[in-house]
Each structure stands twice: as C-alpha cells, then as structure tokens.
C-alpha cells in the first residue's frame, strides 16, 4: 500500500532528529511511514529546540503520514485490549499490522504484541 517499506516509532524519529547517523542509514532508501499519532507525539516534545525542530520539519515532508482508518483503529482497539500498552503504542503498531511492513523501535514493551514484526533496535543506540 503506498509502496510504504517501513513504519518507524516515535522514538526513532526523535532519534533522527538527534542526527542520528545509524538510524538514518537503517532507513536510507526505504519508503517510511509513520502513524499521524506519532507526528503528533514527537511535534509535541517539549524539549525539542528550534535546529531540531527544523530538521523535524524537513524530514515529515519526506514520509508517508498515515491518518487513522477504521481498519487501523479497530486494530488499536484489540491490540490495547490485548496487551494494555499506551494507545498511541497501539495505534503506531496497528498502523504497522496495516501497512504489513516492519516497526522499527526501540521500545522493548511492544514485543507483547502478536502478529507484528518489529525491529527492535538498543535505546542506548
């Protein structure tokens, strides 16, 4: 769908927008996404300063916004059930399970959700 590759979490975009370079060359040449929660997550950092908040800009115009559908939030809906983890987690996975493309994050929780295939990368990264 979309020719989306990759569905990348809010902690890894905060990661890029860190000038990340080992992340940026994960994603290098893949047609990302993210879910519109995450944009609303990570526009909304309170500790993210103007260079990054510049460079936040420049690297939203280059992926794929998903917004909610009814398939995404009915997903969300049995993945919270399932797992209890935060709505926004469970939106972004059932983004994923959407697109049927890798998640790619560090947060260790979503292991707990089934039928997704998750890139788990070390938050020490």
């Known amino acids: ?73 009915e997903k969300a809906i049995e993945i919270r059930k399932l797992t209890k983890i935060k709505l926004p987690d469970a939106v972004i996975c059932a983004t994923a399970i959407y697109f049927d493309v890798p998640l790619l994050t560090a947060d260790q929780a979503l292991k707990k959700v089934k039928g997704i295939d998750l890139i788990l990368i070390n938050a020490n990264f």
């Open 1 to 73: 769908m979309n020719g989306v590759e990759l569905i990348i979490d809010t902690n890894i975009l905060i990661y890029l927008t860190s000038g990340n370079s080992d992340i940026a060359e994960i994603i290098r040449d893949k047609q990302v996404s993210i879910s519109v929660v995450t944009e609303m997550e990570v526009r909304s950092w309170p500790s993210l300063t103007k260079p990054e908040t510049e460079v936040l800009g420049r690297m939203l115009n280059q992926f794929y916004i998903s917004p909610l559908n009814e398939s995404i939030k």
